[in-house]
């Protein structure tokens, strides 16, 4: 599993202080983005250098609870499965240990050649797959 932490400022909410829901995608995006540097594949490499984008194809989020203004939220990212241009991810995202929301997202791997799924590079599927969680269900 990897973990991040992110506050949640005063602009990632409505005026009443509770979390506006296109605010938590952008968070969750940038603990995805960290995820890969952390895999030693940081989105600008992808992007300028392998010409590999890794667009969301499908995103099914579940909220819990409101989130508020000054907390800091837990982001967790399992990865489920690896195919051949495509990879689950599970994140939990919670604050004072109360999960808020949950996601199911799967990123494919695309070339920015020619727009169509690729194969993931050798090593970045290694990399992944220490990360791989087999007893998900």
Same mark, same amino acid.
């Given at each position: 599993?990897?973990?991040?932490? =992110? ?46 984008? %890794?667009?969301?194809? %499908? ?18 990212? =399992?990865? %489920? =499965? ?28 695309t070339s920015l050649k020619t727009h ?22």
């Amino acid at each position: 599993m990897y973990s991040a932490i =992110r506050p949640l400022h005063f602009g990632d909410c409505d005026p009443s202080g509770i979390a506006y829901y296109p605010s938590y995608l952008k968070l969750m995006d940038s603990v995805v983005e960290d995820f890969f540097a952390s895999l030693g594949a940081p989105r600008k490499e992808m992007i300028d250098d392998r010409k590999i984008g %890794t667009p969301t194809l %499908t995103l099914d989020l579940t909220f819990v609870k409101p989130g508020f203004h000054g907390s800091d939220l837990t982001f967790d990212i =399992r990865v %489920t =499965r690896i195919g051949g241009s495509s990879l689950d991810l599970e994140h939990t995202v919670s604050a004072n240990g109360n999960t808020l929301w949950s996601a199911r997202q799967r990123l494919v791997a695309t070339s920015l050649k020619t727009h169509k799924a690729c194969a993931w590079p050798d090593d970045i599927r290694a990399a992944l797959s220490h990360h791989l969680e087999t007893n998900n269900a």
